[in-house]
């Protein structure tokens, strides 16, 4: 029998599906509900100061152990100021998730406080931005996500996840883990 659980319950056991053991992120407002998900787990959150370094972690990460290094950062600014890493990812084939909080779903396109475009600000140096607008694919979306970082010339994946979406209840099934 399949739970009912939030979207952000249900992220955080993709990751742990995927042995995600330790990610960097700079603590935003747009992704608390994750943070509170993480919070009885054994991940090793590491919080740092700025998202460039954490980002940059991030990517030494997935540099050292062939799996996606694992960053998330708030939107508008965290995001831009994560870029960095993202570029040094893509440059080095180094597999890496970066997670961006992002404006709720009603409030896209609507000049939202710190809303940015993923798709054309990170298009270019990503292997692929996918945004999450239904809490029910996250587990199909995050197991891509681990796919594409690793498969071929391995890179940066970037997920947006609209802070609404993370509070959704939701009764779906976790994804296996990707090789």
Not at 3 to 8: D, E, K, S
Request: glycine share 10%; hydrophobic share 50%.
């Amino acid at each position: 029998m399949v739970r009912t659980r939030t979207g952000a319950r249900v992220l955080v056991d993709q990751l742990l599906a995927q042995g995600v053991d330790r990610l960097t992120c700079v603590p935003g407002e747009s992704y608390l509900a994750v943070l509170d998900a993480l919070y009885d787990t054994d991940v090793d959150v590491l919080v740092c100061r700025q998202e460039g370094g954490a980002a940059m972690m991030a990517e030494a990460a997935g540099k050292l152990t062939g799996r996606p290094g694992v960053c998330f950062v708030t939107r508008g600014p965290g995001a831009a100021n994560a870029s960095a890493g993202l570029h040094v990812a893509q440059q080095d084939s180094t597999p890496m998730i970066l997670f961006v909080g992002q404006v709720a779903r009603g409030m896209r396109d609507r000049d939202a406080f710190q809303e940015i475009d993923y798709r054309a600000m990170f298009g270019t140096v990503a292997k692929w931005v996918v945004e999450v607008d239904d809490a029910a694919r996250i587990p199909e979306l995050i197991a891509r996500a681990f796919r594409v970082a690793m498969q071929g010339r391995p890179g940066p994946v970037v997920v947006a996840l609209p802070e609404d979406m993370l509070d959704d209840a939701v009764a779906v099934a976790d994804a296996g883990s990707v090789a």
